[in-house]
């Protein structure tokens, strides 16, 4: 199916990629010099998908010999305004942006929201997806590496920010009591404790799955200490 794409839209991001067609469906691709770099968006994806966040499910291909992340293409999902839209959520999205919230500490994804807030779209029922996993675990959202390590210094600095995160999350955590918060990040780690979450990092495809995952389970038990239950 790769091989049939044909591109009929431009990149819509920093990386390289595009709108590709084929038999009347439309796929977006974004393509990456480093092989690691899109198994890691993937896997990433993949944990927040268990951990109960929205993603656009992106699958790794190659195309035209690029390593590339593959997502059906929704124009259903806009960004919005964030000044007015981050200030009107209904619950729902609220719970949808503490779980992004705690799944990129866990992850490390200081790009969550996205520069322009664009990482975060809405469908039309509403629903919040994150739809860019590129800047998880050991990759910056451009390519360089980072270090992933045994620490939940993002606790602090994803929310305390001149940038987009900060002024998203600081703005929806200012307005949910600890109880709420305590519940959300219950349900989280519940999930990010079962069997099906381990398989998502062996299967990976990465040579570091098992570092990332016991990494990913230290950070999980800092972060409940961090938020006390």
């Given at each position: ?180 918060l305590v519940r959300i990040a219950q349900n989280m780690f519940s999930l990010g404790r079962d069997l099906e979450l381990i398989r998502e990092f062996e299967k990976s495809g990465l040579s570091d ?21």
């Open positions: 199916m790769v091989n049939d794409l044909r591109k009929v839209g431009s990149a819509k991001g920093s990386n390289p990629g595009g709108v590709y067609e084929t038999t009347g469906t439309r796929y977006y691709l974004k393509h990456y010099k480093n092989k690691d770099q899109a198994l890691t968006e993937v896997l990433a994806a993949n944990v927040y998908e268990c951990l109960g966040i929205w993603t656009l499910d992106p699958v790794y291909t190659e195309y035209e010999g690029k390593p590339s992340v593959m997502t059906l293409f929704r124009d259903d999902l806009k960004v919005t305004e964030p000044k007015f839209y981050f200030g009107k959520l209904t619950d729902g999205q609220i719970e949808s942006i503490i779980r992004m919230y705690l799944g990129a500490i866990l992850t490390k994804n200081w790009d969550i929201i996205g520069l322009e807030y664009d990482n975060v779209m809405v469908g039309e029922k509403g629903f919040l997806y994150s739809i860019d996993q590129g800047g998880a675990f050991t990759f910056r959202a451009r390519g360089s590496r980072k270090e992933y390590g045994p620490d939940i210094d993002d606790f602090t600095s994803l929310r305390y920010n001149d940038g987009a995160s900060g002024a998203v999350f600081s703005k929806v955590l200012a307005e949910v009591d600890n109880t709420t799955w098992k570092n990332l995952f016991d990494t990913f389970t230290v950070r999980m038990d800092l972060l409940q200490k961090e938020i006390g239950f």
